[in-house]
């Protein structure tokens, strides 16, 4: 089954349902202008410096329906079209490189008190706090954590290469025509901890009393890290996690994932079998909100069980068969937010977050870090102007251990978002 | 003499007053299309990680929020508070949905779930945030503004609902045969105004006298969707 026929039955559905069932719906339109560092790049500070600063265009545009066919049974389904890995133009430009995605897609049934919920085929994937960051609307910065954003060196299809986006990097330094070396480099960025988009494809069991706790079990098709297409059912994976109402204030959450993230290619037939590397993730999350504070974020830990490439010998590391390497790295983020009462509709927030890797196994014993250590602050505010139309604008500027991009990476967003 | 003071006193006071004397009472049926509440900018999930909820309340459903005021056009009424004007947040929904209320009463805000909820509105003219509040304890707000005031909540977004804000203490709500009945109108002429959250209101102008009983039936099954 491939993406367009998943795209028939989306479009077909509201037209058959529309006058029979109950419908929810949205419609979000978003409107971006940025000026970025000179090297900024999407897989490190999402987006890409591609076109002149303050150029306008399309981040993000997505429609979402909701079929209850009675109250046990419904459909839920999301079209979206984003910026294609960060690239800036207007979709009918054709150099323009949008991608159109279906994140949700999946048939839901619950019982009668609700306490019983089934859902089969795409969701959100119910890992740490992603259920509130997946549209740019929702968010309050209008970046996702480094935990969602960042491409660490691990890619899925060669495990762990060293440097991986750093190549990228100094390819573009030397090239006048960004955009076309992007097109070429595309290929390998590596992989965020947990995919971009956040969605899977499985089966999510839901149990739980609503306003005390909550457990999600989800079967998919791979890690969280592992990007989701319509050819990757042969991966397996299982997210589960278990939000807690601990007061009227308080909800904190337990995440744990684990599953194969490897893409079966010509070019890792040296693994076979490529289930054998996986990727396993726990996570807290929480959310505390008094009056017109809230304090969010999430601490999530992860292990990477991989097998190193060279790109300089095309091989993996390893005598007979490839090493296996034990790959650790933490993320962390903590936002504070204030809605300011004198003007209503209005925040502001901040954050400050870190990724932090482990070390990985030298021949020599020396002690390096598999990837470059981040420490990021990030400034937002926001404010609806109508209920229908909402601006907010961020700065972030980040640190890389060992490297000198620092000044490099600095952005400033300001997003205008539409909504029915 | 006291006997022609006396009925001068009660001629000059139903002059004066008379127009307000009245006991006029205006009823009557409803027709409304079979149509579903829709959730608008329901994303399918909430900000704090709870599941979506919605309420099965009657008082959330459309057709128990159906508000039927009649206002005058002869002579300015009083406007006494609104008692005990509650809106609750149950379930993830605002109950009632429609609070009709008159203008500059005090709203009391209660949630009743065992989440924090936050109420807002970005209504022109009466833009307001109470941030986010615990069950239990009512939050009072005096409504200045007449009209529609759009309720919302930051935190659950598939949540709304509307205050009424009218300047006529007489209204009242369908109830659930589709019938309304609205007492203790004084002598005079009135526009009737039939609020329906998701269509196009529906206004007729009337005159009643001396305890009169008017049946006007309203049908909104070719009005405009909002």
Known sequence: ???????????????????????????????????????????????????????????????????????????????????????????????????????????????????????????????????????????????????????????????????????????????????????????????????????????????????????????????????????????????????????????????????????????????????????????????????????????????????????????????????????????????????????????????????????????????????????RHALGVGYKITPNIAAKAMISTQDTSNRNWSHDQRVLRILLSFFL | MRFAILMFLLVGTQLVFGQRNGRNSLSGSIKIPQLERRVKKGTGYNKDGTKVMHSSDPMASIDRNIIISAHPLTFNPELDPTPNAYVTQKEQTFIPFVLPITQGSTVYFLNEDEFFHNIYSLTPGARFNIGRRPPGSPYALEIKRQGVISLSCDIHAHMNGVILSLDTPYFTRMNSRNQYQLDGLPDGEYRIEVYHPMLKKITRTIAVRSGESVNINFDFSNQKKL
Request: glycine fraction near 8%; avoid cysteine; aromatic fraction near 16%.
């Open chain 1, 1 to 375: 089954m491939n993406q367009r026929l998943f795209g028939l039955i989306f479009t077909l559905l509201p037209v058959i349902g529309y006058s029979q069932f109950q419908v929810e719906w949205n419609y979000y339109l978003d409107i971006e202008t940025t000026k970025t560092g000179s090297l900024s790049n999407y897989y490190y500070n999402d987006i890409h410096r591609l076109s002149e600063d303050w150029a306008v265009d399309l981040a993000q545009s997505s429609l979402l329906t909701k079929f209850h066919f009675n109250n046990q049974w419904h459909f839920v389904g999301q079209l979206m079209v984003e910026r294609f890995y960060g690239l800036r133009k207007w979709p009918w430009e054709r150099s323009g490189k949008y991608e159109w995605i279906i994140p949700q897609l999946a048939l839901q049934w619950n019982n009668e008190e609700r306490t019983v919920n089934l859902q089969l085929g795409r969701f959100l994937s119910p890992f740490g706090r992603f259920y509130d960051q997946q549209m740019y609307f929702d968010r309050d910065l209008i970046g996702v954590p480094l935990a969602y954003g960042y491409y660490v060196n691990v890619s899925t299809e060669l495990g762990y290469v060293e440097n991986l986006g750093e190549l990228t990097i100094t390819a573009e330094r030397g090239s006048e025509g960004l955009r076309d070396t992007l097109a070429e480099v595309i290929e390998d960025w590596g992989s965020p901890l947990a995919y971009r988009l956040g969605y899977k494809n499985g089966l999510q069991a839901s149990f739980g009393k609503p306003g005390k706790w909550n457990l999600d079990v989800a079967l998919v098709d791979g890690a969280p890290n592992r990007d989701t297409d319509f050819s990757s059912f042969s991966d397996y994976g299982i997210i589960t996690r278990l939000g807690l109402q601990l007061n009227y204030f308080t909800e904190l959450g337990i995440s744990a994932a684990h599953g194969t993230y490897l893409r079966e290619t010509d070019l890792n037939v040296a693994l076979d079998p490529v289930r054998q590397y996986r990727q396993t993730l726990v996570g807290l999350d929480y959310q505390i909100g008094v009056s017109y504070f809230e304090f969010s974020g999430e601490l999530i830990g992860g292990h990477y069980n991989i097998a190193e490439y060279l790109p300089t010998t095309d091989q993996f590391v390893g005598e007979n068969a490839p090493d296996v390497q034990n790959l650790l790295v933490f993320s962390s983020y903590l936002d504070w937010k204030y809605e300011p009462p004198f003007i209503s509709g209005s925040y502001i927030v901040y954050r400050i977050e870190s990724l932090v890797f482990g070390n990985i196994d030298r021949p020599s014993g020396e002690e390096e870090s598999w990837d470059n250590n981040v420490l």
